[in-house]
């Protein structure tokens, strides 16, 4: 692996879980706006509401995808080409990031299954 795709790894590791929130913080977000925008709040999907039927779908997806990530977190013992081990605070970093944002997702998916899209 060349220096370049280090660094970019290195950087783009820790960022992945980061990244992932922020998807759903705008995918949950541009769904009630859509909601509410188009007079569609009160529509049913599969017997319930369906802003909170896709908000709890992406958050299930959310979640998917920072467990993923949380376990490739998992350290592994291969040397890179210069026969150094990879760093180990990359990974931890990146887990840690998984953890936080796991969490942060379940906190912005709770107001925004319960509240209405328009008030």
């Known amino acids: 692996m060349s220096e370049a795709a280090s660094a970019a790894r290195a950087v783009l590791w820790p960022a992945a879980g980061l990244a992932v929130w922020g998807a759903h913080f705008g995918a949950i977000y541009a769904v009630h706006a859509h909601a509410c925008e188009r ?43 210069g026969g150094e081990p990879e760093p180990g605070f990359t990974r931890w970093f990146g887990a840690a990031a998984c953890v936080l944002a796991g969490f942060a997702v379940l906190f912005q998916a709770a107001p925004a299954a319960v509240l209405p899209a328009c008030w």
Do not use: H, S
Request: net charge neutral.
């Open 39 to 81: 007079g569609l709040q009160a529509g049913q999907l599969l017997g319930l509401p369906w802003v909170a039927a896709l908000v709890a779908a992406a958050t299930l997806l959310a979640l998917a995808a920072l467990a993923l990530l949380f376990l490739l977190a998992q350290p592994v013992r291969a040397a890179t080409e």
